[in-house]
């Protein structure tokens, strides 16, 4: 399979705070998502990226498949950007399977 | 609504028994799959289904079996001998072809007595 590496782990910010998240793959991909694990479990799309840069609001993505890395940035982060941030990626050639990666947990503080 | 629906969301059994989680989805997509997720762990692929009557095992799965019978239905049966079964389980679905993002359901938690 494909090692994906988060980091980092763990991040703590203050309310208003802006942070960078990487993933890192060990092979070419065909896809990649970020997603973020709210704190009842249920897993939220953020963004499909398998290359490019791409924004939605406060949030932003971008992967670099050439040098096999992804980024999520995250501005002016709010106490509701708590949770676990997970990068997931695929290769067509190994079955259609997702990769995850252990994800990055952020704790946004007031 | 469009989406992925799991259940029950909470489930208890006692160790020897059989459970069964149940997953529908009415997104009209091709590929579901199962994934395992322990405390402060990444998610780990069970079992997957590319279409109907057809599924293949992921990393974990021993002590699991599943069942494709429907386009909308991948249940997943946890057996008596899954040693650790005691997890938060999560179906997905996705679109095949080039491109298919993965959508999830909302989990469902079960506990081993």
């Known amino acids: 399979g494909i090692q994906v590496e988060q980091s980092p782990p763990d991040l703590i910010l203050q309310e208003g705070a802006n942070s960078t998240l990487r993933c890192n793959f060990s092979?070419?991909?065909?896809?990649l998502q970020w997603f973020h694990q709210n704190p009842w479990g249920q897993l939220i799309n953020l963004f499909y990226?398998?290359?490019g840069t791409k924004q939605n609001g406060r949030l932003s993505a971008t992967t670099v498949a050439t040098e096999r890395y992804s980024l999520l940035y995250i501005s002016s982060s709010q106490t509701t950007d708590s949770g676990v941030y997970f990068c997931?990626?695929?290769?067509?050639?190994?079955?259609?399977?997702?990769?995850f990666g252990t994800g990055t947990s952020l704790t946004v503080i007031p | 609504d469009g989406g992925i629906t799991q259940s029950p969301k909470y489930l208890f059994r006692k160790e020897g028994q059989n459970v069964t989680l149940s997953c529908e989805q009415n997104?009209?997509?091709?590929?579901m799959y199962w994934y395992r997720q322990d405390p402060g762990q990444g998610l780990r692929l069970i079992y997957y289904?590319?279409?109907?009557?057809?599924?293949q095992k992921g990393d974990i799965a021993e002590g699991y079996s599943v069942s494709r019978e429907k386009k909308e239905s991948f249940p997943l049966t946890v057996t008596s001998a899954q040693k650790n079964p005691t997890a938060f389980y999560l179906c997905?679905?996705?679109?095949?072809?080039?491109?298919?993002?993965?959508?999830f359901g909302e989990g469902s938690r079960l506990t081993v007595l």
């Open positions: 092979d070419s991909v065909n896809n």
């Open positions: 997931a990626v695929e290769r067509r050639d190994t079955g259609n399977q997702f990769y």
């Open positions: 289904s590319q279409i109907v009557n057809d599924f």
């Open positions: 997905a679905s996705r679109r095949q072809g080039r491109t298919g993002e993965l959508f």
């Open positions: 990226i398998p290359s």
């Open positions: 997104l009209n997509h091709d590929a």
